[in-house]
Nanobody
Framework: QVQLVESGGGSVQAGNSLRLSCVAS????????VAWFRQPPGKEREGIAI????????YYADSVKGRFTISQDNAKHTLYLQMDSLKPDDAAMYYC???????????????????WGQGTRVTVSS
């Protein structure tokens, strides 16, 4: 069983940055697929950044590519999402998720992840 706790959400103006953190209850540094999802009000949950902790291979949704960066600190059991050049369209509830141990990441679909955090809200004003 893996427990995930996010933090770092808040309200910012467009163009600014935020860094989200997700602390895991177990070591996820080598054989887990980890991800950040977001869900705007009234919309479906979207996988925006996926990373296989074993290889470091990553996937980014087109909507965040070049602006968001997923990273991990194995010593701290922590996953990060650095969000730069934020836009009003980035406003959403953000969730971290994990699946594993596994040999890789299957997809960015929410159904392919077993463990979820409670979410942290990001608001972006124009």
């Amino acid at each position: 069983q893996v427990q995930l706790v996010e933090s770092g959400g808040g309200s910012v103006q467009a163009g600014n940055s935020l860094r989200l953190s997700c602390v895991a209850s177990v070591y996820i540094g080598s054989t887990y697929c980890v991800a950040w999802f977001r869900q705007p009000p009234g919309k479906e949950r979207e996988g925006i950044a996926i990373r296989y902790t074993g290889s470091g291979g990553t996937y980014y949704a087109d909507s965040v590519k070049g602006r968001f960066t997923i990273s991990q600190d194995n010593a701290k059991h922590t996953l990060y999402l650095q969000m730069d050049s934020l836009k009003p369209d980035d406003a959403a509830m953000y969730y971290c998720a994990a699946e594993g141990p596994s040999a890789g990441c299957i997809s960015e679909r929410p159904s392919d992840f077993t463990y979820w955090g409670q979410g942290t809200r990001v608001t972006v004003s124009s």
